[in-house]
């Protein structure tokens, strides 16, 4: 079938583009450059323009519409129309388009319900969900081209059909470039009494997000996952039990990144004792409503390889049980630790943490407000991660800059001082007028919050701020 021409699609560049899309004649300079020359410059405006990975790439659209030579050079260069996105209402005729465009060159789909992807918020205003049958129709030969897939956004009673009905376009398929696969756990298919096997294979996925009811109603393949986010449905089901969860970790042999979303444990008549090995596991993020931090931290019976450990937000009840032991034998590894403590009575549970981890090295703070931050590391008789030689925030203003200054000459005044503040670039300014009080302390304008939310499903990446209440 014919795919229909961009022009008459009416697929146009964005206004600030407009400017650009002039016609080159056969005299102008650019029409003597060869195709590979032009096509590699054009690479590089791609690759600049279009690095937000879930829009939809503007670039090649710009260049088929300057000129004849120009819309050549778009049209060969197939990996320029494999990244996919799809919102409703579809656009079958677009979609189409990408799809013809990108050959067999494997895809970047990603599929967006009732959510605005710039500001991953949901949408005021539902659109409608008409042609889903034909989507799914549309899509569904190229599904094996897959290298990435994403299925996120906030869903409605009436909705909750879409995601299983798109899912079984994977059902008995071979992957063969499948990397990455993301079904928003926001929204759960019911649970089946029976495992229903999703790929036939996929070799290459490492990057597995998904509900935690999709994880035992469908059989993945989880021995190359390297990433595991588990997410709970919504609206709130009962978790998994213990056994079912140490089943899905005992297969995912590789495992290095493990993020947990809300309470997925269904720890109801549960004696509480060690039973979770992760012999490779570097990094642990405990996000979102989890009322189990405490509780699933003690299931651990080892993780020798752990280095960072994410709790966002952190709450006052959180480590509690952990008051009077460190989790130094089971965690001999670990050194950096990211808090963000929900509200002023949080601050607790960053005490706990120093307490329960002592070794921490490098400590990344989020919702930080000058009183709070005083009274935990200023006015205590026992500083605060006493090992502790690198510290990150962002959002500093002048009153919490004045704050870190004092905290830094604090450390040196206990002859513990600090290796390194990183913030983000705007707050360097609030800081730089006191590095020369700081010795060997500098100030580096990196910002370490915000790629750690960017990284995460929508339902947290606003914790991942500097202040957020």
Known sequence: MDTPDLVEMDIQPPNSLKSNCVGITADSPIASVPPEVLAYILNIVYQTSDNDKNQRPNS???????SRFWRSVA??????????????????????????RSKECSLDLRIFVNIDVTTTQRLAHSPPLDNYENLRSLISPHIHRCRIFHLQGYYDKPTRFLVPYLLETFRGIHMPYLEQFIVDGRLEFERRIFERKL??????????????????????PLSTITKLHIMMPWPTQHGISMAELNSIFNACT??????????????????LSPLFVFPSLLTLQLLAHMTIVTEFLIMISSAPKLRRLVLVPVTE???????????????????????????????VAVHRASTRFP?????????VYPNDFRASFLEMSTPLFPRLLDLALKDVDEALGRVINDFVIFRRSKKIPLRTIFVDEASVQHLSLYSHLWGDTKVVGVDLIGPLGEDLTHVVKHRFVGRYY
């Open 359 to 367: 070794t921490i090295t490098h400590l990344i703070l989020i919702n």
């Open 254 to 271: 590789c495992l290095t990144e493990l993020a947990l979303y809300d309470d997925i444990l269904d720890l109801e008549n549960i004696t």
């Open 317 to 347: 009840p959180d480590l509690m049980p952990l008051q009077h032991s460190t989790m130094n034998h089971r965690f001999p590894s670990l050194t950096s630790i990211v808090l963000s403590p929900a509200y002023d009575d949080s601050w």
């Open 75 to 100: 049209l060969d260069n197939s990996l320029w129309w494999a990244r996919i996105i799809v919102n409703a209402p579809w656009k079958l005729d677009e979609v189409g388009t990408f799809l013809e």
């Open 60 to 66: 090649p659209i710009v260049f088929s519409h300057v």
């Open 199 to 220: 790929f036939s294979s996929a070799p290459l996925l490492q990057d597995l997000r998904i509900g935690v009811h999709g994880l035992t109603s469908y059989l993945l």
